[in-house]
């Protein structure tokens, strides 16, 4: 029970606690409770298949929910694609699903991986106050890094 994941996740916690990020540690929490209480093992193969798509759905549902409540409609919608700004979000956005979309490719084809983006993602947000959206980003990234850096070997 109290194994190096037990204490990795503890120092995780703790990291979390000094930068005084809620949502580390409520992350860190959970998969503690998880791990103390052995429901962790049949949950946390679970977690690793699907906790991507949950977090992309509950992002998802975070960014439509001003269409739900009505304060975006078709008539904003008319608005922004007369603005510049608007075409800018909508190529970015369209520039990080696909850098997403490699990201998930690369942690499903090297999972080593994982550990270097873990590593960046906690220390953004313990230290830099970031938001851990970057593990799909930050592999992405590195896919296209790397695929760059192939090219001129």
Excluded: C
Excluded at 15 to 29: D, E, K, Y
Excluded at 50 to 68: D, E, H, S
Excluded at 125 to 140: H, N, S, T, Y
């Amino acid at each position: 029970m109290f194994n190096e994941a037990f204490w990795f996740l503890a120092l995780l916690f703790l990291i979390g606690l000094v930068a005084r990020n809620n949502s580390l540690m409520f992350a860190v929490g959970v998969l503690l409770i998880l791990k103390l209480t052995f429901t962790g093992d049949m949950l946390f193969p679970y977690l690793k298949r699907n906790g991507i798509n949950w977090g992309v759905t509950v992002l998802t549902i975070a960014v439509l929910a001003p269409i739900a409540t009505g304060d975006i409609g078709f008539r904003h919608l008319l608005d922004a694609v007369r603005s510049i700004n608007a075409w800018a979000a909508v190529l970015a956005g369209i520039f990080v699903s696909l850098i997403a979309r490699d990201g998930v490719r690369l942690l499903n084809t090297d999972p080593t991986i994982t550990t270097a983006l873990v590593l960046g993602t906690v220390l953004s947000v313990a230290v830099f106050k970031g938001v851990p959206v970057g593990p799909l980003i930050g592999a992405g990234i590195a896919y296209w890094l790397m695929q760059l850096i192939n090219v001129f070997k």
